[in-house]
Every structure is written in C-alpha cells, then in structure tokens.
C-alpha cells in the first residue's frame, strides 16, 4: 500500500524559516513521476487548494507566484523523499501543506497513479 507522509510542520515566527518533508513509501513503486507541494489555508470557507511547488522526474521546479524566491523543493529519488525548504514565512504562509505525487506503480502491471498526504499545518505567528 502506497503512503505519502509529512512531516515538519509547526509553528514559526514572521521570517523564519521550516523545511518539510514527504516520505512516499509502499511496494510497487518504480518511480516518482511528479512531486508536487499544495497548501489549504485552514478556516477559510471556498478557499481552494492552491499549488505551492511541483517538480517531474529529473527536471527543475516550479513554483507559485506567491513564493517569490523564498520556497526550495528538492527531490532524493533514491529514498523517495520529497522536501520543501521554506524561508522568510510571512503569516499568509499558514497553511495546511500536501504532499502530492504521481507515481509509476507495478501491479502487476504499470500504470502511473496519483497520491496525497494527510498534510501536515504550518503556522506562521508572532
């Protein structure tokens, strides 16, 4: 069974600074095609889930308009571990971060399917 888990979440004061982490892990698994972080504001009724950084198999990130030079994802692709290293945080940063990934699995046969953590909360306060 395929699991996506968070972690690294918490609470940081306005400029700090938090580095998450997505553990994808489960049989099957050939490859990471897509990685993507998303983020949910928390009590904010309609509020969409937005994209915060997505990155394929071997290419370079992108990023939402709003991270502005101040998020890094990463990849290790030999310990299926995705990162999102996050600076300068602002309080409209605070959020429910996701972990999101497409993943070529073989059961028996391949297909590509796509995954979601639980999340993980990032509270940005002073």
């Known amino acids: 069974q395929v699991q996506l888990v968070e972690s690294g979440g918490g609470t940081v004061q306005p400029g700090g600074s938090l580095r998450l982490s997505c553990t994808v892990s489960g049989k099957n698994i050939i490859n990471i095609n897509t990685a993507s972080w998303y983020r949910q504001a928390p009590g904010i009724p309609g509020k969409q889930r937005e994209l915060?950084?997505?990155?394929?198999?071997?290419?370079?990130?992108n990023y939402g308009d709003f991270v502005k030079g101040r998020f890094t994802m990463s990849r290790d692709n030999g310990k299926n571990m995705v990162y999102l290293q996050m600076n300068d945080l602002k309080p409209e940063d605070t959020a429910v971060y996701y972990c999101?990934?497409?993943?070529?699995?073989?059961?028996?046969?391949?297909?590509?399917?796509?995954?979601w953590g639980k999340g993980t909360l990032v509270t940005v306060s002073s």
């Open positions: 999101h990934a497409n993943l070529l699995i073989e059961q028996p046969i391949r297909m590509d399917l796509d995954y």
């Open positions: 915060v950084a997505r990155c394929p198999s071997g290419g370079v990130a």
